[in-house]
Nanobody, 121 residues
Framework: QVQLVESGGGLVQPGGSLRLYCAAS????????MNWYRQAPGKQRELVAA???????NYADSVKGRFTISRDNAKNTVYLQMNNLKPGATAVYYC???????????????WGQGTQVTVSS
């Protein structure tokens, strides 16, 4: 019904920047909240940033002031601008969306496949 595809990850030096993208595709759905999670080796998955349908945002304390989440509803796309990257940001970043399926009014959470971000000299 709905697919999420992330892109924009890669290798960057400490202090550098990356911009992640997540595009939703499918039919007969309405997107509400969109989020970015990350998971580093040996660690639990954590919420990095969230944005509501109205544009309200929340961030993990570890990224406040350096990461910015935004969305383009016309393109069904959410972005994560990451500035002043630190080695601790190295992880697989996953897009997540809360979606209502029009035909059934079911609320479903969808996940993307993940994109690798590596911060290293």
């Amino acid at each position: 019904q709905v697919q999420l595809v992330e892109s924009g990850g890669g290798l960057v030096q400490p202090g550098g920047s990356l911009r992640l993208y997540c595009a939703a595709s499918g039919s007969n759905f309405r997107i509400y909240a969109m989020n970015w999670y990350r998971q580093a080796p040996g660690k639990q998955r954590e919420l990095v940033a969230a944005i509501s349908s109205g544009g309200n945002t929340n961030y993990a304390d570890s990224v406040k002031g350096r990461f910015t989440i935004s969305r383009d509803n016309a393109k069904n796309t959410v972005y994560l601008q990451m500035n002043n990257l630190k080695p601790g940001a190295t992880a697989v970043y996953y897009c997540n969306a809360t979606v209502v399926i029009t035909a059934t009014l079911a609320t479903v959470r969808y996940w993307g496949q993940g994109t690798q971000v590596t911060v290293s000299s």
